[in-house]
């Protein structure tokens, strides 16, 4: 079946330190959405990308497409405490109806 | 605050209960979902409906029995659970089937089984 990866699966930096997941699907995406779990909460939707070598950003937080359309990043600069929680990636593999979910990257920033 | 309701937060039940999960939108999304997530693993995908009609089934055990009354309602129906069972349980929707646009996720349902 359709995989998604991400590295790493965990990730500890002191605040104002940059951040980088990486999410890497086995076959080609269609799309790619990117969310954010926080500590005890539920997944929300942060982004979504559709185009080969797209290109995101929301403030600190830039989202790329791979030019394959197999992987992506999110990138976050100068990290604040309230940036911790786990980063999922999830594909939309071909004519598939469904997001598959990436294994995640757990976030923790510490002063 | 999130637009999608689920109830109730947190079930402790035994394994001879039954008990239902419920969930509610009231923004008009077509497509509705149910995500079973254990501890610092993804949501993995149980069922789909789409247009009130159940279109994917993630060959989930007949212990767990979906159904949507009408468009802004999904319930998941729970009977003679396992303790491994034991998870967070999200509802989410989308404007249509197919992911095409964001999921919105509910708060989730904390379900234990003893």
């Known amino acids: 079946g359709q995989q998604v990866m991400q590295i790493p699966q965990y990730q500890h930096v002191q605040e104002g330190e940059d951040f980088t997941t990486y999410c890497n699907s086995s076959?080609?995406?269609?799309?790619i959405q990117w969310y954010k779990q926080r500590p005890g909460g539920h997944p929300v939707f942060l982004i979504q990308?559709?185009?080969?070598?797209e290109v995101k950003k929301q403030k600190r937080l830039t989202f790329q497409f791979g030019e394959a359309k197999k992987n992506s990043s999110l990138h976050i600069t100068a990290t604040q405490t309230t940036d911790v929680g786990t980063y999922f990636c999830?594909?939309?593999?071909?004519?598939?109806?469904?997001?598959?979910f990436g294994t995640g990257t757990r976030l923790q920033v510490t002063l | 605050d999130t637009e999608v309701t689920q109830t109730p937060k947190h079930l402790v039940m035994g394994m001879t209960n039954k008990k239902s999960l419920k969930c509610e939108q009231h923004m008009g999304h077509r497509a509705m979902y149910w995500y079973k997530q254990k501890a610092k693993k993804p949501p993995e995908l149980m069922f789909v409906y789409s247009y009130e009609k159940l279109s994917i089934n993630e060959s989930v055990p007949s212990r767990f029995s979906p159904e949507c009354p009408n468009s802004s309602l999904l319930n998941l129906h729970l009977h003679a659970l396992q303790p491994e069972d034991s998870a967070l349980y999200l509802c989410a929707s989308s404007q249509e089937k197919g992911n095409t646009g964001e999921l919105f996720f509910g708060e989730g349902s904390r379900l234990t089984v003893l």
């Open positions: 990308l559709v185009k080969s070598g």
């Open positions: 999830a594909g939309l593999h071909g004519t598939a109806s469904k997001l598959t």
């Open positions: 076959t080609t995406l269609s799309n």
